[in-house]
């Protein structure tokens, strides 16, 4: 018998549901362009251990916290912060917290439902037949004919909207019908798809080395550089820092055990990046390295060309990006539940059109990064796009921001007494550690990881077309030998994953970029997206 509601803006019926839904929501992008090659580069099984340490000493806390903080109050991440801040007297400039987490969401999903619609497009492409037999240069000219061809760019844009339909489509359905069904079915489907691809590995014999890579103990590749970042990696791909798990939180019926669930969701997630980094490595790379391919190149191009020799590749290339666009949908409907739960409690909007205006609002704004790869490419502040600053401006400052800001708050604002029941029943010593993480390690460890990404950011920057003042003063701090822009693809410090600056000019033949490139006499240029264009957190 499902459970009644619980909260003015709806829960879930079953008490598994918020486990599937925090799946959904951590289980991103970055665990396929991202994991597998910080653990090809930083020790392999080694790199695994650092960032599962990061996970349970540093973000594992702040997880519980904003989790428990949903679940306590029964509101969104806003209307929770109102009512500990009344309950407390503490100053109401501690408000920004929340609202500053509605609007990391709302622009992190903007971007995030970009690249979903490339990847909703691949599976098409896939399907009929667009990668049969191609080679390097047949797929960067399609990925390039789709993303940045200044000419056809309103395909691009159908394209996007419809993958924010069908993100629109599911949240209107409701908390339970919707939401809570697809959760249920997206994930473990995914999971299915992901298990299938990689048996399909193990039949072509291409696991073997892959394992060995990812997951063999390399002590001579562990340095400083690794510890950032698999910090890096940890923080960025769980979705903190931007109201999920709050609303997920207070969604959850009494009796779910929080903190178990939780690690649960920790460990499942950690679980899915080594096989997909297994998976990854296997299928998408050239002799048993990466070849500088990650991000955009790495699944859009190395991907599909990797695939394209094998029988029946038109259905396999289908599937690999069929689990791309469950990853990312999934994703996306959890970035946009707390901003839509923001504003049904704020206007009072029935949840129909609360979904609709502010799905509405995301396709608008995500225009903004989708051009940003073709029409708008010239279009730059101090050598960056619109995209590359929205990015800069979500993971340097607001989303470090937000977690420093709850952390503060629940470690020194509220009463001890207040702060332990909104955790609820735990273990002595953890809630020691917990307590205390949050008042002084959480704090300062997301303002070095803050600081860390705007400086790499900023210093990216610089080497883009327009030059700003501050580019001499900012590159001795960052380019440090295990810091600097990689060369040949080689990671850079800090946890950021960039490549040499390329343009894709139609005829797929890769040349360093040019802000006025063209391929050949072709009036009309291809600009981007560059392979350094996609940092660190995007989803």
Same mark, same amino acid.
Request: glycine share 10%; proline share 5%.
């Given at each position: 018998?499902?459970?009644?509601? &619980?909260?003015?803006?709806?829960?879930?019926?079953?008490?598994?549901?918020?486990?599937?839904?925090?799946?959904?929501?951590?289980?991103? %992008?970055?665990?396929?362009?991202? @994991?597998?090659?910080?653990?090809?580069?930083?020790?392999? /099984?080694?790199?695994?251990?650092?960032?599962?340490?990061?996970?349970? %000493?540093?973000?594992?806390?702040?997880?519980?916290?904003?989790?428990?903080?949903?679940?306590?109050?029964?509101?969104?991440?806003?209307?929770? +912060?109102?009512?500990?801040?009344?309950?407390?007297?503490?100053?109401?400039?501690?408000?920004?917290?929340?609202?500053?987490?509605?609007?990391?969401?709302?622009?992190?999903?903007?971007?995030?439902?970009?690249?979903?619609?490339?990847?909703?497009?691949?599976?098409?492409?896939?399907?009929?037949?667009?990668?049969?037999? =191609? /080679? &390097?240069?047949?797929?960067?000219?399609?990925?390039?004919?789709?993303?940045?061809?200044?000419?056809?760019?309103?395909?691009?844009?159908?394209?996007?909207?419809?993958?924010?339909?069908?993100?629109?489509?599911?949240?209107?359905?409701?908390?339970?019908?919707?939401?809570?069904?697809?959760? !249920?079915?997206?994930?473990?489907?995914?999971? #299915?798809?992901?298990?299938?691809?990689?048996?399909?590995?193990?039949?072509?014999?291409?696991?073997?080395?892959?394992?060995?890579?990812?997951?063999?103990? !390399?002590?001579?590749?562990?340095?400083?550089?690794?510890?950032?970042?698999?910090?890096?990696?940890?923080?960025?791909? #769980?979705?903190?820092? +931007?109201?999920?798990?709050?609303? @997920?939180?207070?969604?959850?019926?009494?009796?779910?055990?929080?903190?178990?669930?939780?690690? =649960?969701?920790?460990? +499942?997630?950690?679980?899915?990046?080594?096989?997909?980094?297994?998976?990854?490595?296997?299928?998408?790379?050239?002799?048993?390295?990466?070849?500088?391919?990650?991000?955009?190149?790495?699944?859009?191009?190395?991907?599909?060309?990797? #695939? =394209?020799?094998?029988?029946?590749?038109?259905?396999?290339?289908?599937?690999?990006?069929?689990?791309?666009?469950?990853?990312?949908?999934?994703?996306?409907?959890?970035?946009?539940?707390?901003?839509?739960?923001?504003?049904?409690?704020?206007? /009072?909007?029935?949840?129909?059109?609360?979904?609709?205006?502010?799905?509405? %609002?995301?396709?608008?704004?995500?225009?903004?990064?989708?051009?940003?790869?073709?029409?708008?490419?010239?279009?730059?502040?101090?050598?960056?796009?619109?995209?590359?600053?929205? &990015?800069?401006?979500?993971?340097?400052?607001?989303?470090?921001?937000?977690?420093?800001?709850?952390?503060?708050?629940?470690?020194?604002?509220?009463?001890?007494?207040?702060?332990?029941?909104?955790?609820?029943?735990?273990?002595?010593?953890?809630?020691?550690?917990?307590?205390?993480? +949050?008042?002084?390690?959480?704090?300062?460890?997301?303002?070095?990881?803050?600081?860390?990404?705007?400086?790499?950011?900023?210093?990216?920057?610089?080497?883009?077309?327009?030059?700003?003042?501050?580019?001499?003063?900012?590159?001795?701090?960052?380019?440090?030998?295990?810091?600097?822009?990689?060369?040949?693809?080689?990671?850079?410090?800090?946890?950021?994953?960039?490549?040499?600056?390329?343009?894709?000019?139609?005829?797929?033949?890769? !040349?360093? =970029?040019?802000?006025?490139?063209?391929?050949?006499?072709?009036?009309?240029?291809?600009?981007?997206?560059?392979?350094?264009?996609?940092?660190?957190?995007?989803?």
């Amino acid at each position: 018998m499902p459970a009644p509601y &619980e909260t003015p803006i709806g829960s879930w019926t079953r008490k598994s549901t918020f486990f599937w839904a925090a799946v959904g929501a951590t289980v991103g %992008l970055a665990n396929l362009w991202q @994991f597998p090659y910080l653990a090809g580069q930083h020790g392999g /099984g080694w790199f695994i251990l650092l960032y599962v340490a990061c996970l349970l %000493l540093v973000t594992l806390p702040l997880m519980v916290t904003e989790s428990a903080m949903g679940r306590y109050a029964r509101h969104g991440i806003v209307l929770a +912060m109102d009512g500990y801040i009344r309950s407390t007297r503490c100053s109401r400039w501690w408000m920004f917290a929340g609202r500053l987490s509605i609007i990391a969401a709302f622009l992190v999903l903007s971007y995030t439902a970009v690249f979903g619609s490339i990847a909703l497009a691949y599976v098409f492409y896939g399907a009929l037949g667009v990668f049969n037999n =191609a /080679g &390097e240069a047949e797929a960067t000219a399609v990925l390039a004919d789709m993303v940045s061809d200044t000419r056809d760019y309103r395909m691009f844009m159908a394209w996007h909207l419809f993958f924010v339909v069908l993100v629109i489509w599911v949240s209107i359905q409701g908390v339970v019908k919707g939401l809570e069904r697809v959760f !249920r079915s997206l994930v473990p489907l995914s999971l #299915l798809l992901l298990l299938g691809l990689f048996a399909l590995a193990g039949w072509h014999g291409r696991l073997e080395g892959a394992v060995a890579e990812i997951l063999q103990f !390399r002590p001579e590749d562990v340095t400083i550089g690794s510890l950032k970042a698999a910090l890096f990696h940890a923080f960025f791909t #769980l979705g903190l820092g +931007m109201g999920v798990w709050s609303i @997920f939180g207070a969604y959850t019926p009494v009796g779910v055990k929080l903190k178990r669930s939780v690690l =649960a969701v920790v460990l +499942m997630d950690t679980l899915i990046a080594i096989l997909a980094g297994v998976l990854i490595f296997a299928t998408a790379t050239s002799g048993g390295s990466f070849d500088g391919a990650r991000g955009f190149s790495l699944l859009f191009v190395s991907l599909p060309v990797a #695939l =394209a020799p094998l029988p029946g590749s038109q259905f396999i290339i289908a599937a690999a990006f069929l689990l791309v666009v469950l990853v990312v949908w999934t994703t996306s409907l959890a970035l946009l539940e707390p901003v839509v739960g923001w504003f049904r409690e704020w206007t /009072g909007s029935p949840r129909g059109w609360s979904a609709f205006i502010m799905g509405t %609002l995301v396709w608008f704004a995500g225009l903004g990064t989708l051009l940003s790869f073709n029409i708008w490419a010239d279009a730059q502040l101090a050598g960056g796009t619109l995209f590359r600053w929205l &990015e800069l401006i979500t993971g340097g400052l607001l989303i470090p921001l937000v977690a420093i800001l709850i952390a503060l708050f629940t470690g020194w604002c509220l009463t001890r007494s207040l702060s332990f029941s909104i955790l609820g029943k735990t273990p002595w010593l953890f809630g020691r550690i917990w307590y205390w993480v +949050m008042r002084l390690v959480l704090p300062a460890v997301v303002a070095v990881i803050g600081i860390s990404y705007t400086l790499f950011s900023l210093d990216n920057l610089c080497g883009g077309g327009e030059q700003a003042k501050w580019c001499r003063q900012i590159s001795p701090v960052v380019a440090t030998p295990r810091q600097a822009p990689p060369v040949n693809g080689k990671q850079s410090g800090g946890g950021q994953v960039t490549e040499p600056s390329q343009s894709v000019p139609a005829d797929g033949e890769a !040349r360093p =970029a040019r802000h006025d490139d063209a391929p050949g006499s072709d009036p009309a240029p291809k600009k981007g997206p560059k392979r350094d264009e996609i940092l660190y957190h995007s989803v």
